[in-house]
C-alpha cells in the first residue's frame, strides 16, 4: 500500500505558475513510476504527465512545452510544475503511483489537490 498526499493547488489567473507536489510514504519509493492525472468537472480522468523509475517521461500532448513532471526520490516525492496555464487546465489533480511501470496506470491514487485557472 501507497498513501499520497498532493498539495500546491489553488486559484491562479491563465498566464500564471503552478507548482504541485505528492509526498509518498514508500520507503521503495524510487521503483514507482509515478505520474499526474486531471479531472473537470463532468469528465473523465486524463493523463497529464508520468515519469518511470528510471526517470523517463512522458506527457499528454496538453501539457507538452508547458508542464515538467520530476521526482526526488531521496524526499519520496514528485513535482509537476505548470507554466502558461489556461482555463481549460482547471480541474483535481491527482497523483498516482505504479510498481515499477511509467506510471500511467496507477495501483494506488491520491485524493488530490484543486486547481483552479481564472481567466
Known amino acids: 500500500q501507497v498513501q499520497l498526499v498532493e498539495s500546491g493547488g489553488g486559484l491562479v489567473q491563465a498566464g500564471g505558475s503552478l507548482t504541485l507536489s505528492c509526498a509518498a510514504d514508500?520507503?521503495?519509493?524510487?521503483?514507482?513510476?509515478m505520474a499526474w492525472f486531471r479531472q473537470a468537472p463532468g469528465k473523465e480522468r486524463e493523463f497529464v504527465a508520468a515519469i518511470k523509475f528510471s526517470g523517463e517521461t512522458t506527457y499528454a500532448d496538453s501539457a507538452k512545452y508547458r508542464f515538467t513532471i520530476s521526482r526526488d526520490n531521496d524526499k519520496k516525492s514528485v513535482y509537476l510544475q505548470m507554466n502558461s496555464l489556461k482555463p481549460e487546465d482547471s480541474g483535481v489533480y491527482y497523483c498516482?503511483?505504479?510498481?515499477?511501470?511509467?506510471?500511467?496506470?496507477?495501483?494506488?491514487w491520491g485524493q488530490g489537490t484543486q486547481v483552479t485557472v481564472s481567466s
Open positions: 514508500k520507503r521503495s519509493f524510487s521503483n514507482y513510476g
Open positions: 498516482g503511483a505504479q510498481w515499477r511501470a511509467n506510471g500511467k496506470r496507477p495501483e494506488y
